[in-house]
C-alpha cells in the first residue's frame, strides 16, 4: 500500500502501474521556439522524492495522503482486472499528430451502472496534475458509488487550449460509444481543478460546448477554483498564457476562450468552490463572477465560498474545504 511516505520511483516501478508514467511525472513542455529542446523537469530526478517531499517543495495544498488514497484505488483496479488505462485515439491518429500520445483516459469503475464522471486536473496547460487531483477525486467518486474517469490531457504543447477541447470532446463520445463495456450510462457530469476548471467550464459555452459539437448535455458540471477569465489583457499575461495557443494572443483570440463571456440559459447545472485566499486565480473575477452570470441567466448553480486556503488543494481533506465533493455529488443528484 501506497503512504505519504512512497517514493515516485516506487510509484512509477509498481507492477500494477506499468505504462503510466505519464500520469505520473510531468512530461517535457514543448519550448516556444520551433525546434527548441523540450523543457521540464527531469523524470530521473524526481524518483526519489516522495509524496511527502513534493507537496511540500511545490505547494502546501497539496495533501500526501490523498495522493496515497489514489494511487491505492488504482492498484486496487488492477488487481481486480480493470483494464484501466483506455486510449481514445487510434494508433493512426496519434501517427498523424504526434502530441496524441500525451492523451489518455484512467477508467474507476464501481460495479452499479449508472452515469459517470469525467475528472480533469490543473497545472496551467503546462501539466496535467492528476496525482494530486484527480486521482483522489476520482477514488471518492468510487466511494460514492460513481464511475469516474480521468483525463490526461495535452497540457504542455503550443495550441493546448484548443487541443485540450478536442480531447475532452472525444473522451466524452468514447465513454457513452462503448457505455456498455464500460458500465455506464450517458449521463455524465464534468469536473476541472484550475486550468481543468477552465476546460470543463468550456462544455456549457455556446461557442466551444456541447451544443456546438453535438455531445449530450453534461448534468452537471463541476468548477474548482476554476480559471475562467482573462481580466488583464496586458502583454505580462499575454506572456503567462502563450502556451495555449498556436499563433498571436489577440483579444479576439482571448475572447474566445474566455468562458464568462459565452454563457447562455441551456449552460449545465453547475457546482463551484474557490478559496476567497486563492493566490492564483482570482476569487472575485472567476468563481463568484461566473456563479452571478449563471444566477441571472437562471441557470441552476452552487457556489461554496471557502474562507482560508491556498490554490490547488483538490479533494480538499485536511482543509476547510474538504466535503466539497459530496456537496457537489447532491447537487448533481438533487
Given at each position: 500500500?501506497?503512504?505519504?511516505?512512497?517514493?515516485?520511483g516506487e510509484a512509477a516501478s509498481c507492477p500494477q502501474l506499468a505504462g503510466l508514467a505519464k500520469y505520473i511525472f510531468?512530461?517535457?513542455?514543448?519550448?516556444?521556439?520551433?525546434?527548441?529542446?523540450?523543457?521540464?523537469?527531469?523524470?530521473?530526478?524526481?524518483?526519489?522524492?516522495?509524496?511527502?517531499?513534493?507537496?511540500?517543495?511545490?505547494?502546501?495544498?497539496?495533501?500526501?495522503?490523498?495522493m496515497a488514497d489514489g494511487f491505492n484505488a488504482i492498484v486496487v483496479h488492477m488487481d481486480n482486472g480493470v483494464p484501466v488505462e483506455q486510449f481514445i485515439y487510434s494508433s493512426e491518429e496519434v501517427a498523424k499528430d504526434a502530441t496524441k500520445a500525451r492523451v489518455g483516459l484512467l477508467w474507476f469503475p464501481t460495479k452499479e451502472k449508472g452515469p459517470f464522471a469525467l475528472v480533469c486536473a490543473g497545472g496551467a496547460y503546462m501539466s496535467v496534475a492528476s496525482i494530486v487531483e484527480a486521482f483522489p477525486?476520482?477514488?471518492r467518486l468510487n466511494d460514492l458509488g460513481i464511475t469516474a474517469f480521468v483525463l490526461q490531457y495535452r497540457a504542455g504543447v503550443r495550441g493546448a487550449a484548443t487541443k485540450s477541447g478536442e480531447d475532452i470532446r472525444r473522451a466524452i463520445s468514447y465513454i457513452i460509444e462503448n457505455k456498455e463495456r464500460l458500465n455506464v450510462d450517458e449521463g455524465y457530469a464534468a469536473i476541472g481543478f484550475s486550468a481543468g476548471g477552465h476546460l470543463v467550464s468550456e462544455l456549457g459555452t455556446n461557442n466551444q460546448g456541447y451544443k456546438v459539437y453535438g455531445l449530450p448535455k453534461p448534468q452537471m458540471l463541476g468548477l474548482c477554483y476554476p480559471l475562467v477569465a482573462f481580466a488583464q489583457k496586458d502583454e505580462q499575461m499575454?506572456?503567462?498564457?502563450?502556451?495555449?495557443?498556436?499563433?498571436?494572443?489577440?483579444?479576439?483570440?482571448?475572447?474566445?476562450?474566455?468562458?464568462?463571456?459565452?454563457?447562455?440559459?441551456?449552460?449545465?447545472?453547475?457546482?463551484?468552490?474557490?478559496?476567497?485566499e486563492d493566490e492564483q486565480v482570482p476569487f472575485e473575477a472567476n468563481a463568484l463572477e461566473i456563479y452571478q452570470r449563471l444566477k441571472k441567466l437562471g441557470v441552476p448553480c452552487r457556489l461554496k465560498a471557502v474562507e482560508h486556503g491556498l490554490h490547488g488543494l483538490g479533494l480538499g481533506e485536511g482543509s476547510e474545504a474538504a466535503g466539497w465533493l459530496d456537496e457537489a455529488v447532491d447537487f448533481w443528484k438533487e
Open positions: 500500500m501506497f503512504t505519504r511516505k512512497t517514493t515516485l510531468p512530461q517535457p513542455v514543448q519550448n516556444k521556439e520551433k525546434g527548441g529542446a523540450p523543457q521540464g523537469p527531469d523524470p530521473q530526478q524526481m524518483m526519489a522524492v516522495s509524496f511527502e517531499q513534493l507537496c511540500g517543495a511545490v505547494s502546501p495544498a497539496w495533501n500526501p495522503d490523498s477525486v476520482a477514488k499575454r506572456q503567462a498564457v502563450a502556451m495555449m495557443f498556436e499563433g498571436e494572443v489577440t483579444d479576439a483570440v482571448l475572447d474566445e476562450f474566455t468562458p464568462i463571456e459565452h454563457l447562455d440559459k441551456d449552460y449545465p447545472k453547475t457546482f463551484i468552490w474557490q478559496t476567497r
